[in-house]
Each structure stands twice: as C-alpha cells, then as structure tokens.
C-alpha cells in the first residue's frame, strides 16, 4: 500500500510552511502579468483579477474544508466527493448542450468512472479508504473524466450531425441505431481516450505531473513519488475508458429514438 | 388495384411550420409511381415517411393497411428501400458494402461483375448509384423509394439508371421515385403531385 502524506527523504525540500504573507508576496507575478497585458494592450487585467481572486476564495475555503474532514470527519468524503461529481458532471453537460440529458449522460459517466476506479484502487488495497487518499485522487479521477465526457460526447454529436446523410443510408439498410452509429461511437472513444494515452506515454519526458511535484515538493524521496504517480496514471487510463465507454453509449441511446431514427435536430429539413 | 402506401391527411412539421399538410395519396402495388412538385414542396420528406426515417406530425401512414408505426421499424426498412439523391458508399469493397449475393445482384442493376474487389469510394458516381440500388436490393425488398435517383448524375449516365429502375418496376418491385423532372416523371406508370403550401417568405426553407 502506498504511504500516503508520511515521508521525508534527502534533498532540500521547502525551507518550511508556506505563510499568507508568502502567498502575497507571489502576487508579485500576478502584478507583472498584469503589467504586461496592459502594455500589450491585451485586456485581460480585469479576468487576471477575477482569476486571482477566485482562486484565493476557493482555495482558502476548500484548504479549511479538507482539513475539517481530514480531522475526524471522515464521513463527510462522500459529501465532497459527490460535490465534486456534481459540479463536473454540470460542466461537462454544459459543452455538450446539444446532447439531450446530457446532464444526466455525464453525470452516469463521471460518477461510475469515479466509483470504480476507486473502488478497485480500495478493493485491491493499493490506497487506503481514507479522506486524505479518497478525495485527491478522487478529484483527479474526476477531472480526467469530465474532460473524456465533455470530448465524447460533443465528438459524437457533432460527427452524427456531419454524417448524417451517410448515417440515415445505414438505418435504411434495417441496420439499428447502435449499428448505424458504431464507426462514429468508435472515433468518438478513441478520441476521449487518446489524450490520456499520450500523456501516459510522455510522462516524465515531457512534464513531472501533479502528484509527484507535490510529493517531491513536500521532501518525498522521488522513488516514492513516481510510485504514487504510476498508479495514478494508470487509474487515470482506467477511469477514462470507464467515463468514455458510458458516455459514449448513453449519447448514442439520446441522439436516436427508440424507432432507430436520428432525433429531429440532427435530421436534414429537406425540401 | 393493390395498395402499397396510403397517406391519409398527413402533415409534417419543420422548423418554419409545416412543410407537407392535409397530404392524402395513394401509391399502387404495382409499378412505378412518380412523386412530383417543385422544390421545397415536401416530396423528400414524405418519401422519408414510408420508411420512418420521419414520423407524421399528423394523419396517418399506412403500408398495406396498416399504420407503419405498427411494424417493427427494422423489418419495415428491409422491406421498403430507399436510396437517396447522392450515392453513399461505405468503406472497403463494393463487395463489402453489397453483400455475399454481389456479382448476381451487381448484373442486376448493370454493372461488371467484376466491380467487386473495387474500393466502393473510387466507382463513379453512376456506378456507386447503382451500387447503391445493388446493396438495397440484396435485402429483398418488396418496395424501392428513390429520391431524385439521377439528380447526382450526368446526362449519358442518367438514361441507364432510368431504363433500370423502369426494369426494376417491371420486375415486380413498387418503386416509388421523387423527381422534379416532369420528362422523367413521364416514365412512371402514376403521378402524385406534391403542391407547395403557401409561404409567409419564400425560401426560407431552403438549407
């Protein structure tokens, strides 16, 4: 089982907690971007300011949150991590507005692909089922999944749509909607699971991810660090496929009807 | 006379209000029946009706009688064909896209046998119309519903594709044919005119 939040090792790790006025004190790069979009004449000072705000109200809010839960009050994990499902699954249905139910396809998609792959990381005893392991792993979980969800299903919608006339030739050949839509459902889960792949592929060469910075960053021995990152990167790769699989399939059930034909908004208005 | 198709007071809905309404037709068994009108008067959707690609908004569609709804929606679309104005073909062989009956049914609609072991995407657009006509036949069906079937095609190519669907009518098949072309109109054995609802603007429903 993976240690999670213990170790120190070698190296000269952060001198020490980082304080509030450190926090200011690298406001200091927010200002040169700042500078910077005003000389550009960009315009984009007044999202920078809402940006860092934002960010310091929901981080501060989120730090005290999880240190509430982490302290003794473990069972509110599920509240957070539904939140989190919530909000994503929203997200994600907001891209695909076209898909009907799309808050509910992403919603199934984002919250089973979270639930199995935590619950195969905790039925196999690779982290412990506690809030400190659950929740950033869950978060991780469920923003790759959001994203797989988003990519399917707006891929699969916008592809039907371009398709259509060849896709209308195959129902008239008595094929089903799920056969007619197969060559489409299939590129649409290639290119929600893709991304993942790739990253999978190049991490290390290219970009030290997330969670092994922040180990490394916290004085972790790196050989501990990559440990904990493989087995995210892997349960990254699984939860995509879980999301991109349900996603995939319940879009395909929503742009047909039951009698196997496109719904209206994807049929041509011939003349 | 056997009836095949009946329309019975049918309207049907686009995003601008109604594109066919109060539409009553009948297509026959037997032969081939041409369904004409100008542009935009509905005739691509109606024909879209006898094999539920579309639904009525109103009224009625009935194949031999009976409502097309009432039919399991599979086995009515073997059943009634229908090939659109562009050939579609779909990745790989013509054999692939045709079927285990491909060089008989490849005779059928007067193509070389040998077309088989082509890639169905580098026939020409005559050759993939009759492909198309092959692949729809190789599911038996009892009806072909043909939507301006030589609107893709050149002249020389055009008059081979109407001698084979009047060959095809003659075999026993109903062919139903969408056409804006009174000559080709000529050709059938029954016309059912389509009129043109009256508009608030004109063209807006061209797209």
New interface residues.
Partial sequence: MIAIGAVTAGGAPLSGPISFGDVALSLVLVAVAVVVSRWQRVGLEKDMAVATFRSFAQLVAVGYILDYIFKGHGALTIVAVAVMVGTASLTSAGRARRVPGSKLVAAAAISVATAGTLGVLAALRIVPVSARAIIPLGSMIITAAMNTTSLVMTRLHDDLAASRREVEARLSLAQSSRQAALPWLRASLRSGMIPTIDQTKVVGLVALPGAMTGMILAGASPILAIRLQLVVMYMLLGGNAFAALIAGQLTVRRLFTPSHQLIKSLRRTPG | MTVRFEFRDVRVD??DGP?VKGFFAVVPAEGLTAIVGP???????LL?LL?????PDEGVVLFEGRDV?DYD???L??RV????Q?P?T??GTVRDNVGADTPALLERVGLNPALASREADRLSVGEAQRM?LA??LA?RPDVLALDEPTSALDTSSKGGIERLIRELADSGLTVVMVTHDPRQAELADQVVEVRPLPRPEPGI???
């Avoid at chain 2, 094999?51 to 639904?55: A, F, G, H, P, T």
């Avoid at chain 2, 064909?81 to 659109?84: A, H, P, R, W």
Wanted: proline share 3%; charged share 40%; glycine share 10%.
């Fill in positions: 686009g995003d594109i542009s935009g008067a509905g005739k691509t959707t879209r094999n539920r690609l579309d639904d709804r929606v599979l086995e679309r073997r064909q229908s090939v659109g562009v579609v779909f990745p198309a692949r729809s599911l429903d061209d797209r």
